[in-house]
């Protein structure tokens, strides 16, 4: 089955950057469009963006413009999520996600979470 | 963007009752192309990431118990758990992928025993 692996917990100062990672493994990773999603501490769900790991094409939440930048090493199958200029509203779990097989953007398929706490 | 609003935000039902939570959303997510509800359902545990339900607003994900099923159409849709089991706790999610530029989801339902 499908695994979305990403990379540890990260703790950043305000103002900082982060980079987390999500290694794709057991499909054809350019196949599939790849979403990063976020839950601040006992909050919902928000969505960040996509990428489409074939072209390296992106499309954003209008929240994040300027801030994320989502990038793919193809020859590795990983997908990154970069986030700059941090502040502690940033504090949350993110997470990465797979299009369905049917081409639809719902997610069957989820990394396990990477925590990232900003904090001084 | 699609607004998602989910009701109630916490709900205790007993071992056993019925348990029942609403999605409205802002615009129709129905496609007469293809006479399909872009609404999925989502249960999610403490730290774990959210586990799909239901997609296209009524069909269950392979390995789900049939307690658990979905309906409604255009902008009204329900997740209903038929018997309610100590497992099911959890905060519930729709989500709505008629645009996918924002996907949108509901604030969360969470779901206590009474």
């Known amino acids: 089955q499908v695994q979305l692996v990403q990379s540890g917990a990260e703790v950043k100062q305000p103002g900082a950057s982060v980079k987390v990672s999500c290694k794709a493994s057991?499909?054809?990773?350019?196949?599939?469009?790849m979403h990063w999603v976020r839950q601040a501490p006992g909050e919902g769900l928000e969505w960040m963006g996509r990428i489409n790991p074939n072209s390296g094409g992106t499309n954003y939440a209008q929240k994040f413009q300027g801030r994320v930048t989502m990038t793919r090493d193809t020859s590795i199958s990983t997908a990154y999520m970069e986030l700059s200029r941090l502040r502690s509203d940033d504090t949350a779990v993110y997470y990465c996600a797979r299009d369905s097989e049917e081409g639809a953007t719902f997610y069957v398929d989820w990394g396990q979470g990477t925590l990232v706490t900003v904090s001084s | 963007d699609i607004v998602m609003t989910q009701s109630p935000d916490s709900l205790a039902v007993s071992l056993g009752e019925r348990a029942t939570i609403n999605c409205k959303s802002s615009q129709s997510v129905f496609s007469g192309s293809n006479n399909k509800n872009y609404l999925a359902w989502y249960q999610q545990k403490p730290g774990q990431p959210p586990k799909l339900l239901i997609y296209w607003a009524s069909t269950r994900e392979s390995g789900v118990p049939d307690r658990f099923s979905g309906s409604g159409s255009e902008t009204d849709f329900t997740l209903t758990v038929s018997s309610l089991q100590a497992e099911d706790v959890a905060v519930y999610y729709c989500q709505q992928y008629y645009t996918t530029v924002p996907v949108t989801f509901g604030q969360g339902t969470k779901l206590e025993i009474k």
């Open positions: 057991r499909y054809t990773f350019t196949g599939y469009y």
